[in-house]
């Protein structure tokens, strides 16, 4: 079974300081890894994916993500946090042979001025 | 980019009356799509996958008979809370995913049932 933790229910950061979500997962096989931010009162906007090739994947909104295939994780980064980015980020795995996506339980990400 | 368009946005019924959410691809052919609930402070939860043209996938635990799911084409699939209790109040999220490997949400669905 194929599975994701997002050990941090809320990150707290100050505007411009570097922001780390963190995101390890489980799945038998070669995984497919996303990011996506959920805004309040909105549905889920996708924000980066690694399916192969480089593990350093760059995304939307100057997020990247670094997928360590020893450490099974899948943290999400951003260099200079915004007070825009303050939402609900979820990690999310599936294996590449199949459908089904598994999302982690969510951090709260809370950017203050 | 493609977008997927869900309605209504929040809805709002009685106990015991049936509701229907409608998930649409606007600009791909969705062939799976997926429905999720979302409880307050709560991840997503996998409800059921239904490919077009087939019956639906339920995950353990979903009510097939309460959780009717509908993807009669490559564009459309509909979620129906029959004879909807309180318990089910929830935010509702679909997704879609044709021939890319990106999938593509849905705005959401706020169902309170008073």
């Known amino acids: 079974a194929q599975s994701v933790a997002q050990p941090e229910d809320q990150v707290n950061v100050a505007e411009g300081n570097p922001l780390t979500v963190k995101c390890t997962y489980s799945v038998s096989g070669n995984p497919y890894l996303f990011w996506y931010v959920q805004y309040p009162n909105r549905g889920l906007q996708f924000l980066l994916k690694y399916i192969t090739g480089d593990n350093l994947v760059k995304g939307s909104y100057g997020f990247e993500a670094e997928f360590n295939k020893s450490q099974t994780s899948f943290h999400l980064k951003k260099p200079s946090a915004l007070v825009s980015d303050s939402a609900l980020y979820f990690c999310?795995?599936?294996?590449?042979?199949?459908?089904?996506?598994?999302f982690g339980g969510g951090t709260r990400v809370l950017v203050k001025p | 980019g493609a977008v997927v368009s869900q309605h209504p946005s929040r809805v709002i019924c009685k106990s015991g009356t049936s509701v229907k959410i409608e998930c649409r691809s606007l600009d791909f052919q969705a062939t799976t799509m997926f429905w999720y609930r979302q409880f307050p402070k709560q991840s997503l939860m996998l409800m059921a996958t239904?490919?077009?043209?087939?019956?639906?996938?339920?995950e353990q635990g979903v009510e097939k008979d309460k959780f009717l799911i509908n993807h009669a084409s490559l564009t459309l699939s509909t979620l129906t809370v029959t004879s909807a209790h309180p318990e089910d109040s929830s935010f509702y999220i679909c997704?879609?995913?044709?021939?890319?490997?990106?999938?593509?949400f849905g705005s959401g669905t706020q169902l309170s049932v008073l």
């Open positions: 999310a795995v599936k294996e590449a042979a199949g459908n089904k996506l598994t």
């Open positions: 239904s490919n077009e043209g087939s019956k639906a996938t339920y």
């Open positions: 997704s879609a995913t044709g021939r890319s490997e990106k999938l593509f």
